[in-house]
C-alpha cells in the first residue's frame, strides 16, 4: 500500500509540472494580454504595468520564475485583481465552494444510491420506470434549468427558501440541490446498475435461502460491491463539485470560485488562471488516488500494486 501510494506521488508530481508547463506556454501563444482594454493604455503605463509582473523578460525567464514561486507555494498576484493574491483568492474562495459542494454531495449521495438500489430491486416494474426516467431527465436538463424550475417553485410559488445569498443552510439547499441533481442522476444509474450485476452473483443465492430479509442482503452482501461503478464516478465528480460551478453560484449570487474560473480565461489572467487549473489538476488527481484505495476496501479480490 504504501509503495502504490509513493508511486502515484511522484506520478501526481509529474502531472502537475506537466499541466504547468503546457497552461503556462498555451495561455501565451493565445492573441492578446491581460492589460489589453477597449481603451489603449499610455505605453508608458503599459510597460510600467509589464514590469511590474516581469511580463517583459523573455518567456523561459518567466516560466522559470513562476515555477520556482509555485514550488515554494506562491501562486502570484491576480494581474486584474491588483490587490488580492492568488492564495488570498483561493482561500477565501474555495471554502465556499466546498461548502456549497459537501451539500451537493449528500444530495447526489442520498438521493442517487437510493433511487438505484429501489429501482433494481422493483426492476422492471413502474417504480423502476419512473426513477429512471426523471434520472435521465435529470442528466439531460443543465444546471440552470433546474434552477430556474427550483427558483420558481421554492422561492415564488411555495416561498420556502432564500432566492440567492450567502452565510445560512437554508441558502445552500437550493444551490446545493442543483448542483447535485445530474450527480444523483448518475450515482442513480450506477447504482441500479452494480446492484443488478451483484445480485445475479452466486453468493447472494444463499444469503435469500439462509431466509435473511432483502434489507438485510441488499445492504450488508451487495451494496460494498454494488458501489464500485458509483466510487469510479466520484472521483472525478467530487473534483468537479468542490472546485464550485460557474452557473449555480453565479445563479445563486455565491461568492465562490466559480465565477473565476472563467474571468481568468477571458481577461487573460495568467496567474490566476494557473492557481485555479493547479488546484483543479490537484483535485482530480486526489479524488482518483482516494477512489483506486478504495477499491481494496469494496472489493477483498482487488489488490494495489
Same mark, same amino acid.
Given at each position: 500500500m504504501t509503495g502504490f501510494i509513493l508511486k502515484r506521488l511522484l506520478w501526481m508530481a509529474i502531472t502537475l509540472w506537466a499541466v504547468f508547463t503546457v497552461s503556462f506556454f498555451l495561455m501565451r501563444a493565445v492573441p492578446g494580454g491581460p492589460f489589453d482594454r477597449e481603451r489603449r493604455l499610455e505605453p508608458q503605463i503599459a510597460a510600467n504595468l509589464l514590469q511590474r509582473y516581469h511580463l517583459d523578460e523573455p518567456l523561459w525567464m518567466q516560466y522559470g520564475r513562476e515555477l520556482n514561486n509555485t514550488l515554494h507555494g506562491d501562486l502570484g498576484h491576480s494581474l486584474r485583481l491588483a490587490d488580492f493574491s492568488v492564495n488570498e483568492i483561493v482561500r477565501q474562495g474555495f471554502p465556499i465552494s466546498a461548502s456549497l459542494g459537501v451539500v451537493a454531495l449528500v444530495f447526489a449521495m442520498s438521493l442517487g444510491v437510493t433511487a438505484g438500489i429501489v429501482s433494481a430491486v422493483r426492476r422492471g416494474t413502474v417504480l423502476d420506470v419512473s426513477l429512471m426516467g426523471v434520472a435521465t431527465v435529470g442528466i439531460a436538463l443543465p444546471n440552470f434549468v433546474i434552477a430556474g424550475i427550483m427558483i420558481i417553485l421554492f422561492v415564488f410559488?411555495?416561498?420556502?427558501?432564500?432566492?440567492a445569498g450567502w452565510g445560512t443552510l437554508r441558502q445552500l439547499i437550493l444551490p446545493g440541490f442543483c448542483l447535485g441533481a445530474p450527480y444523483a442522476a448518475y450515482v442513480a444509474r450506477l447504482t441500479r446498475t452494480g446492484m443488478l450485476d451483484v445480485l445475479g452473483q452466486d453468493y447472494i443465492r444463499p444469503a435469500y435461502a439462509k431466509g435473511l430479509p /432483502?434489507? /438485510?442482503?441488499?445492504?450488508?452482501?451487495?451494496?460494498?460491491?454494488a458501489m464500485l461503478p458509483v466510487v469510479s464516478f466520484l472521483g472525478p465528480a467530487i473534483a468537479g463539485i468542490l472546485t464550485g460551478s460557474l452557473v449555480v453560484e453565479q445563479i445563486f449570487a455565491i461568492p465562490g470560485l466559480g465565477m473565476h474560473f472563467i474571468q481568468a480565461a477571458t481577461q487573460r489572467d495568467y496567474t490566476l488562471a494557473?492557481?485555479?487549473?493547479?488546484?483543479? /489538476? /490537484?483535485?482530480?488527481?486526489t479524488m482518483n488516488l482516494l477512489v483506486d484505495i478504495s477499491y481494496a476496501y469494496l472489493d477483498p479480490r482487488v489488490k494495489l500494486e
Open positions: 410559488v411555495w416561498p420556502l427558501f432564500p432566492a /432483502t434489507r /438485510t442482503v441488499i445492504l450488508r452482501h451487495a451494496l460494498k460491491a494557473m492557481g485555479l487549473v493547479l488546484l483543479y /489538476t /490537484t483535485l482530480l488527481y
